[in-house]
Protein backbone atom coordinates (compact mmCIF):
# COMPACT_ATOMS: atom_id res chain seq x y z
CA UNK A 1 0.00 0.00 0.00
CA UNK A 2 1.12 3.80 -0.78
CA UNK A 3 0.24 5.25 2.06
CA UNK A 4 0.30 9.05 2.59
CA UNK A 5 1.81 10.41 5.65
CA UNK A 6 -1.71 11.27 8.10
CA UNK A 7 -0.99 13.24 11.18
CA UNK A 8 -4.24 13.53 13.51
CA UNK A 9 -4.68 15.92 15.86
CA UNK A 10 -6.93 15.23 18.84
CA UNK A 11 -7.61 11.09 19.24
CA UNK A 12 -11.20 11.63 21.48
CA UNK A 13 -14.36 10.13 20.50
CA UNK A 14 -14.09 10.91 16.36
CA UNK A 15 -10.46 10.83 16.15
CA UNK A 16 -9.85 7.37 17.91
CA UNK A 17 -12.66 5.76 15.76
CA UNK A 18 -10.76 7.09 12.64
CA UNK A 19 -7.44 5.87 13.58
CA UNK A 20 -8.86 2.38 14.42
CA UNK A 21 -10.80 2.15 11.38
CA UNK A 22 -8.21 2.96 9.18
CA UNK A 23 -5.58 0.39 11.13
CA UNK A 24 -8.27 -2.45 10.99
CA UNK A 25 -8.46 -1.45 6.91
CA UNK A 26 -4.80 -2.48 7.03
CA UNK A 27 -3.62 1.35 6.38
CA UNK A 28 0.43 1.06 8.14
CA UNK A 29 0.65 2.26 11.73
CA UNK A 30 4.20 3.52 10.95
CA UNK A 31 2.03 6.17 8.27
CA UNK A 32 -0.34 7.26 11.33
CA UNK A 33 1.05 9.90 13.68
CA UNK A 34 -0.83 11.33 16.57
CA UNK A 35 -0.96 14.81 18.39
CA UNK A 36 -3.37 14.96 21.75
CA UNK A 37 -3.31 17.14 25.11
CA UNK A 38 -4.34 14.55 27.06
CA UNK A 39 -2.00 11.81 27.82
CA UNK A 40 -4.90 9.29 28.57
CA UNK A 41 -6.02 9.57 24.79
CA UNK A 42 -2.50 9.38 24.02
CA UNK A 43 -1.71 6.28 25.78
CA UNK A 44 -4.97 4.69 24.57
CA UNK A 45 -3.17 5.42 20.45
CA UNK A 46 -0.18 4.18 21.51
CA UNK A 47 -1.38 0.74 22.24
CA UNK A 48 -2.62 0.63 18.86
CA UNK A 49 1.02 1.27 17.83
CA UNK A 50 0.45 4.37 16.35
CA UNK A 51 3.53 6.88 16.57
CA UNK A 52 2.41 9.38 19.59
CA UNK A 53 4.06 12.87 18.83
CA UNK A 54 5.18 15.24 21.61
CA UNK A 55 4.61 18.55 20.06
CA UNK A 56 2.54 19.84 16.90
CA UNK A 57 5.51 20.75 14.90
CA UNK A 58 6.50 17.24 15.38
CA UNK A 59 3.52 16.00 13.91
CA UNK A 60 3.65 18.26 10.90
CA UNK A 61 7.19 17.45 9.76
CA UNK A 62 5.89 13.76 9.55
CA UNK A 63 2.39 14.47 7.39
CA UNK A 64 1.19 15.30 4.44
CA UNK A 65 -2.16 14.96 5.05
CA UNK A 66 -3.52 16.49 8.65
CA UNK A 67 -6.70 16.31 10.18
CA UNK A 68 -7.69 18.38 12.94
CA UNK A 69 -10.47 16.62 15.25
CA UNK A 70 -10.39 18.58 18.18
CA UNK A 71 -13.66 20.60 20.00
CA UNK A 72 -14.57 22.97 18.29
CA UNK A 73 -13.82 25.86 20.89
CA UNK A 74 -10.40 24.44 20.37
CA UNK A 75 -9.82 24.16 16.58
CA UNK A 76 -9.51 28.28 16.75
CA UNK A 77 -6.52 27.47 18.97
CA UNK A 78 -4.86 24.35 16.48
CA UNK A 79 -5.27 26.52 13.88
CA UNK A 80 -3.47 29.29 15.05
CA UNK A 81 -0.04 26.95 15.77
CA UNK A 82 -0.50 25.69 12.45
CA UNK A 83 -0.68 29.06 10.92
CA UNK A 84 2.91 29.67 12.70
CA UNK A 85 4.30 26.14 11.96
CA UNK A 86 3.57 26.88 8.35
CA UNK A 87 1.81 24.04 6.68
CA UNK A 88 2.35 24.98 2.34
CA UNK A 89 2.22 22.04 0.42
CA UNK A 90 0.64 19.95 2.77
CA UNK A 91 -3.29 19.25 2.83
CA UNK A 92 -5.62 20.27 6.20
CA UNK A 93 -9.11 18.85 6.93
CA UNK A 94 -11.30 19.48 9.96
CA UNK A 95 -13.95 17.35 11.09
CA UNK A 96 -15.14 20.11 13.48
CA UNK A 97 -19.04 20.86 13.14
CA UNK A 98 -19.46 24.85 12.85
CA UNK A 99 -16.07 25.94 11.87
CA UNK A 100 -16.26 27.25 8.47
CA UNK A 101 -13.95 26.47 5.28
CA UNK A 102 -13.41 30.50 5.49
CA UNK A 103 -12.14 30.88 8.80
CA UNK A 104 -9.98 27.73 8.47
CA UNK A 105 -8.11 29.01 5.40
CA UNK A 106 -7.75 32.58 6.78
CA UNK A 107 -6.72 31.59 10.50
CA UNK A 108 -4.60 28.55 9.03
CA UNK A 109 -3.60 31.40 5.78
CA UNK A 110 -3.22 27.75 3.20
CA UNK A 111 -6.01 26.94 0.45
CA UNK A 112 -5.33 23.30 0.58
CA UNK A 113 -8.15 23.34 3.80
CA UNK A 114 -11.06 20.67 3.49
CA UNK A 115 -13.83 19.77 6.01
CA UNK A 116 -14.67 16.05 6.88
CA UNK A 117 -18.12 15.12 8.52
CA UNK A 118 -17.80 11.37 9.31
CA UNK A 119 -19.08 9.57 12.35
CA UNK A 120 -18.39 7.10 14.82
CA UNK A 121 -19.18 3.77 12.61
CA UNK A 122 -15.34 4.67 10.89
CA UNK A 123 -14.42 2.67 13.83
CA UNK A 124 -16.18 -0.33 12.15
CA UNK A 125 -14.81 0.82 8.78
CA UNK A 126 -18.95 1.80 8.11
CA UNK A 127 -19.12 5.68 8.65
CA UNK A 128 -20.64 8.14 5.97
CA UNK A 129 -18.37 10.82 5.34
CA UNK A 130 -18.92 13.69 3.57
CA UNK A 131 -16.04 16.27 2.32
CA UNK A 132 -16.29 19.77 1.37
CA UNK A 133 -15.45 21.74 -0.95
CA UNK A 134 -16.40 19.58 -3.84
CA UNK A 135 -14.98 21.92 -6.47
CA UNK A 136 -11.46 21.02 -5.17
CA UNK A 137 -12.16 16.93 -4.84
CA UNK A 138 -9.11 15.90 -4.08
CA UNK A 139 -7.93 11.62 -4.36
CA UNK A 140 -5.79 11.46 -1.71
CA UNK A 141 -8.22 12.78 0.72
CA UNK A 142 -11.19 10.68 -0.65
CA UNK A 143 -8.87 7.55 -0.45
CA UNK A 144 -7.93 8.51 3.04
CA UNK A 145 -11.69 8.57 4.12
CA UNK A 146 -12.96 5.98 2.08
CA UNK A 147 -10.70 3.59 4.38
CA UNK A 148 -13.35 4.00 7.12
CA UNK A 149 -16.58 4.20 4.91
CA UNK A 150 -18.39 5.63 2.03
CA UNK A 151 -17.83 9.28 0.90
CA UNK A 152 -19.54 12.07 -0.58
CA UNK A 153 -18.10 15.69 -1.77
CA UNK A 154 -20.73 17.61 -1.06
CA UNK A 155 -21.10 21.73 -0.31
CA UNK A 156 -20.17 23.33 2.62
CA UNK A 157 -24.28 23.82 3.55
CA UNK A 158 -25.10 19.99 2.48
CA UNK A 159 -21.96 19.08 5.35
CA UNK A 160 -23.35 21.50 7.89
CA UNK A 161 -26.73 19.68 7.60
CA UNK A 162 -25.09 16.47 7.87
CA UNK A 163 -23.63 17.28 11.15
CA UNK A 164 -26.88 16.20 12.89
CA UNK A 165 -28.35 14.42 9.97
CA UNK A 166 -25.78 11.99 9.94
CA UNK A 167 -23.41 12.51 12.38
CA UNK A 168 -25.59 13.00 15.34
CA UNK A 169 -27.99 10.31 14.52
CA UNK A 170 -25.73 7.10 15.77
CA UNK A 171 -27.22 8.81 18.97
CA UNK A 172 -30.76 7.92 18.31
CA UNK A 173 -30.45 5.10 16.10
CA UNK A 174 -28.95 3.47 19.22
CA UNK A 175 -31.92 4.68 21.04
CA UNK A 176 -34.32 3.05 18.69
CA UNK A 177 -32.49 0.17 18.74
CA UNK A 178 -32.49 0.08 22.53
CA UNK A 179 -36.60 0.58 22.41
CA UNK A 180 -36.17 -2.28 20.24
CA UNK A 181 -33.99 -4.82 22.58
CA UNK A 182 -36.69 -3.76 25.50
CA UNK A 183 -39.36 -5.12 23.43
CA UNK A 184 -37.51 -8.24 22.64
CA UNK A 185 -36.86 -8.88 26.78
CA UNK A 186 -40.58 -8.16 27.44
CA UNK A 187 -41.51 -10.75 24.93
CA UNK A 188 -39.10 -12.87 26.72
CA UNK A 189 -35.84 -12.89 23.78
CA UNK A 190 -32.66 -13.58 25.87
CA UNK A 191 -30.58 -10.24 26.26
CA UNK A 192 -27.75 -11.07 23.93
CA UNK A 193 -29.92 -12.81 21.46
CA UNK A 194 -32.27 -9.53 21.59
CA UNK A 195 -29.04 -7.60 21.16
CA UNK A 196 -27.80 -9.62 17.86
CA UNK A 197 -30.73 -9.45 16.54
CA UNK A 198 -31.62 -5.81 16.84
CA UNK A 199 -27.97 -5.19 15.58
CA UNK A 200 -28.45 -7.77 12.45
CA UNK A 201 -32.06 -6.29 11.60
CA UNK A 202 -30.60 -2.76 11.30
CA UNK A 203 -27.43 -3.79 9.67
CA UNK A 204 -29.30 -5.35 7.11
CA UNK A 205 -32.17 -3.24 6.33
CA UNK A 206 -29.19 -0.43 6.23
CA UNK A 207 -27.81 -2.22 3.18
CA UNK A 208 -31.16 -3.53 1.44
CA UNK A 209 -31.93 0.47 2.03
CA UNK A 210 -28.98 1.23 -0.07
CA UNK A 211 -30.48 -0.48 -2.94
CA UNK A 212 -34.22 -0.74 -3.03
CA UNK A 213 -36.47 2.02 -1.55
CA UNK A 214 -37.78 2.25 1.88
CA UNK A 215 -41.60 1.87 0.43
CA UNK A 216 -40.92 -1.56 -1.10
CA UNK A 217 -38.56 -2.92 1.67
CA UNK A 218 -41.71 -2.71 3.87
CA UNK A 219 -44.29 -3.38 1.32
CA UNK A 220 -42.44 -6.88 0.90
CA UNK A 221 -43.00 -7.26 4.66
CA UNK A 222 -46.53 -6.33 5.41
CA UNK A 223 -48.82 -8.89 3.83
CA UNK A 224 -52.58 -8.49 3.56
CA UNK A 225 -54.39 -8.69 7.18
CA UNK A 226 -50.75 -9.73 8.72
CA UNK A 227 -48.80 -9.28 12.09
CA UNK A 228 -47.00 -6.76 10.30
CA UNK A 229 -49.54 -4.76 8.94
CA UNK A 230 -50.65 -4.73 12.62
CA UNK A 231 -47.68 -3.47 14.19
CA UNK A 232 -47.40 -0.58 11.65
CA UNK A 233 -51.30 0.32 12.18
CA UNK A 234 -49.64 0.65 16.06
CA UNK A 235 -46.83 2.99 15.18
CA UNK A 236 -49.29 5.17 13.00
CA UNK A 237 -51.90 4.96 16.17
CA UNK A 238 -49.33 6.42 18.68
CA UNK A 239 -47.52 8.76 15.96
CA UNK A 240 -44.17 7.34 16.53
CA UNK A 241 -43.18 8.33 12.95
CA UNK A 242 -44.53 12.00 13.07
CA UNK A 243 -43.09 12.44 16.46
CA UNK A 244 -39.32 11.60 15.42
CA UNK A 245 -39.97 13.59 12.12
CA UNK A 246 -41.00 16.56 14.36
CA UNK A 247 -38.36 15.87 16.65
CA UNK A 248 -35.20 15.70 14.23
CA UNK A 249 -36.49 18.76 12.37
CA UNK A 250 -36.50 21.06 15.50
CA UNK A 251 -33.52 19.97 16.26
CA UNK A 252 -32.61 20.63 13.35
CA UNK A 253 -33.86 24.27 13.37
CA UNK A 254 -31.82 24.53 16.58
CA UNK A 255 -28.82 23.44 15.03
CA UNK A 256 -29.24 25.88 12.32
CA UNK A 257 -29.87 28.86 14.40
CA UNK A 258 -26.55 28.31 16.44
CA UNK A 259 -24.82 27.83 13.01
CA UNK A 260 -25.74 31.12 11.79
CA UNK A 261 -25.36 32.79 15.17
CA UNK A 262 -21.51 31.04 14.55
CA UNK A 263 -20.97 32.23 11.21
CA UNK A 264 -21.94 35.60 12.41
CA UNK A 265 -19.18 35.62 15.27
CA UNK A 266 -17.07 34.36 12.61
CA UNK A 267 -18.06 37.08 9.63
CA UNK A 268 -17.12 39.88 12.55
CA UNK A 269 -13.86 38.28 13.61
CA UNK A 270 -12.68 38.72 9.80
N1 LIG B 1 -17.97 12.57 18.27
C1 LIG B 1 -18.59 12.47 17.09
O1 LIG B 1 -19.42 11.57 16.88
C2 LIG B 1 -18.27 13.46 15.98
C3 LIG B 1 -18.81 13.24 14.69
C4 LIG B 1 -18.48 14.14 13.66
C5 LIG B 1 -17.66 15.22 13.92
N2 LIG B 1 -17.18 15.43 15.19
C6 LIG B 1 -16.29 16.57 15.41
O2 LIG B 1 -15.01 16.05 15.75
C7 LIG B 1 -14.35 16.92 16.67
C8 LIG B 1 -13.87 16.08 17.84
O3 LIG B 1 -15.01 15.58 18.53
P1 LIG B 1 -14.87 14.46 19.64
O4 LIG B 1 -16.23 14.04 19.99
O5 LIG B 1 -13.86 13.44 19.20
O6 LIG B 1 -14.22 15.33 20.84
P2 LIG B 1 -13.37 14.80 22.06
O7 LIG B 1 -13.75 13.39 22.40
O8 LIG B 1 -13.45 15.84 23.14
O9 LIG B 1 -11.86 14.76 21.49
C9 LIG B 1 -11.09 15.89 21.26
C10 LIG B 1 -9.68 15.63 21.78
O10 LIG B 1 -8.85 16.72 21.36
C11 LIG B 1 -8.02 17.10 22.47
N3 LIG B 1 -7.56 18.48 22.29
C12 LIG B 1 -8.19 19.65 22.61
N4 LIG B 1 -7.42 20.70 22.28
C13 LIG B 1 -6.28 20.21 21.72
C14 LIG B 1 -5.11 20.80 21.18
N5 LIG B 1 -4.94 22.12 21.17
N6 LIG B 1 -4.15 19.98 20.69
C15 LIG B 1 -4.30 18.63 20.73
N7 LIG B 1 -5.39 18.01 21.24
C16 LIG B 1 -6.37 18.78 21.72
C17 LIG B 1 -8.94 16.91 23.66
O11 LIG B 1 -8.23 16.90 24.87
P3 LIG B 1 -8.97 17.52 26.20
O12 LIG B 1 -10.21 16.71 26.40
O13 LIG B 1 -7.94 17.34 27.27
O14 LIG B 1 -9.28 18.95 25.88
C18 LIG B 1 -9.59 15.57 23.32
O15 LIG B 1 -8.79 14.48 23.71
C19 LIG B 1 -15.36 17.99 17.07
O16 LIG B 1 -15.01 19.21 16.49
C20 LIG B 1 -16.70 17.47 16.57
O17 LIG B 1 -17.53 18.53 16.09
C21 LIG B 1 -17.44 14.56 16.22
Redesign the pocket.
Known sequence: MNAANIGI?????????LVQGLVKSGYPVSSIHV????K??LDRAAELGLKVCGS?EELVSFSNIII?????N??E??AR?LAKIRVEGKKVI??????SLRALEELIGTPSVYR?????AAEVNSSFTALSPPNRKDIGIEKIFSYIGVVEWVDEQVLDAL?ITS??T??VVAELMDAFVLASLRAGVPLDVARRSVAMVFQGIGKLAEQKELWSIRNTVATPGGTTVRLLQKLYEHGVKEKLLSALVEAYEEFSKKLGEYREKEAKKE
Open positions: IGVGKLGFSFDKSSMLISVRPDVGVESTAAFVAMPNITSSPA
